[in-house]
């Protein structure tokens, strides 16, 4: 089955940006898309958005519409998570998750990536 | 967007009990409502999908029921291993949610 591999921790600055990576590792994307949560400390799951690999046309939040970039490389098996003007309670770990096709539920996930923006 | 409520937020139960969390949607959701099991320190995982449908390699002991509004996780007779916070997730409409999460304590 296919593992997720996410890209390592971040610490960033107030107004800056993160890309997040999430690499299909031990085979290709099958899967319908990838769907992106995140979880800030103590709190629970929050959806950002998804991607639907084969069109690649991407939903998100609204609460995150205008800062955030979520695509996919189908060449690599890689897909992104851009978050752009970075605050404080951006501050969480972000997980990639495959969508299983015309169920829509999150399958297989990443371990997490973590991200702390501070000052 | 459509809101979902868990009930309870919390709960601590005994070893061998049967433990019931639901989640109420805030618009019709027709079967499209998933739970997961988050235990610390790691990322969820799916243990029913569209209601009522045990994920592959989940034990039995879990079960999901609902459709519309209302929606049931049940497992049968808690075990150790049960310890997580649980969460529900409608996809019937974008954006996706989730619930806040039920946390599961063993007495």
């Known amino acids: 089955q296919v593992q997720l591999v996410q890209s390592g921790a971040e610490v960033k600055k107030p107004g800056s940006s993160v890309k997040v990576s999430c690499k299909a590792s031990g085979g290709t994307f099958t899967s319908y898309g990838i769907g992106w949560v995140r979880q800030a400390p103590g709190q629970g799951l929050e959806w950002m958005g998804r991607i639907a690999l084969l069109l690649g046309l991407a939903n998100y939040a609204q609460k995150f519409q205008g800062r955030v970039t979520i695509t996919a490389d189908k060449s690599t098996s890689t897909a992104y998570m851009e978050l752009r003007s970075l605050r404080s309670d951006d501050t969480a770990v972000y997980y990639c998750?495959?969508?299983?096709?015309?169920?829509?539920?999150?399958?297989?996930w990443g371990k997490g990536t973590t991200v702390i923006v501070s000052s | 967007d459509i809101q979902l409520t868990q009930s309870p937020s919390s709960l601590s139960a005994s070893v061998g009990d049967r433990v019931t969390i639901t989640c109420r949607a805030s618009?019709?959701?027709?079967?499209?409502v998933h739970w997961y099991q988050q235990k610390p320190g790691k990322a969820p995982e799916v243990l029913i999908y569209d209601a009522s449908n045990l994920q592959s390699g989940v034990p039995s002991r879990f079960s999901g029921s609902g459709s519309g509004t209302d929606f049931t996780l049940t497992i049968s007779s808690l075990q150790p291993d049960d310890l997580a916070t649980y969460y529900c997730?409608?996809?019937?409409?974008?954006?996706?949610?989730f619930g806040q999460g039920t946390k599961v304590e063993i007495k």
């Open positions: 998750a495959t969508l299983v096709e015309d169920h829509f539920y999150m399958d297989v």
């Open positions: 618009q019709y959701v027709s079967n499209s």
């Open positions: 997730q409608q996809t019937y409409t974008l954006p996706q949610t």
